[in-house]
């Protein structure tokens, strides 16, 4: 099991860690900084470095049951098992993720209602897409979403019992990705503090700390993607 220090603290930049496994299709760590490709969220990048040597990391993935896969760039060096490594994320990336992780759980508290049908985060660009047959303007949507990120609302995570999705199904805003049940108890992240969040959804991605740190967004465009399928790309304005 590979214990996933950034469901914790998503600001933690680097962490040394045990080697427990490592080859050409990754290593794997007693613990890791590292967040691992999942519900739209890219898999992070970065450098791990040991007593004698250092390897770049390519990719980040899902591995066997509870381990994360650190992808190694081809070519390079693996560190022996039993080693401390210091895993060290390549930064800069990694907070332009959390920056659009939250612009997105944003982007559905300004469409109310709406279930999301597919998504991806990007460094520079990200989209959603909604069951929604006639979107708000433009205009209008990124005066909202820019409203909610200079509030400086707080973003902080909770763990609660799985069966809070039993009393409040309409916690989740996917229809194509389903939180994953069976583990006794669930992540959510809380946009906004008080009884009356500005968004509420079960997530086990990174994210800011507060949504101040986002910084202004732009609506790049919105698209017809079927019937009623509005796909909506948002990039830093």
Known sequence: MTERLFLQDSALARATAKVLAAGPEGIVLDRTVFYARSGGQPGDVGVFAWDGGEAAIAD?????GETILHVPAAGAALPPVGATVEARLDWARRHALMRMHTTLHLLCAVLPGAAVTGGQIGAD???LDFDLPDP??????VERLNALIEADHPVSTEWVDEAVLDENPALVR?????PPRGAGRLRLVRIGAGDTPVDLQPCGGTHVARTGDIGRMAIVKIENKGKQNRRIVVAPA
């Open 60 to 64: 980040t993935v899902k591995g066997e």
């Open 125 to 127: 660009r990200s989209r």
């Open 136 to 141: 708000p303007a433009k205009e209008v949507l």
């Open 174 to 178: 996917t229809l194509s990705v389903k």
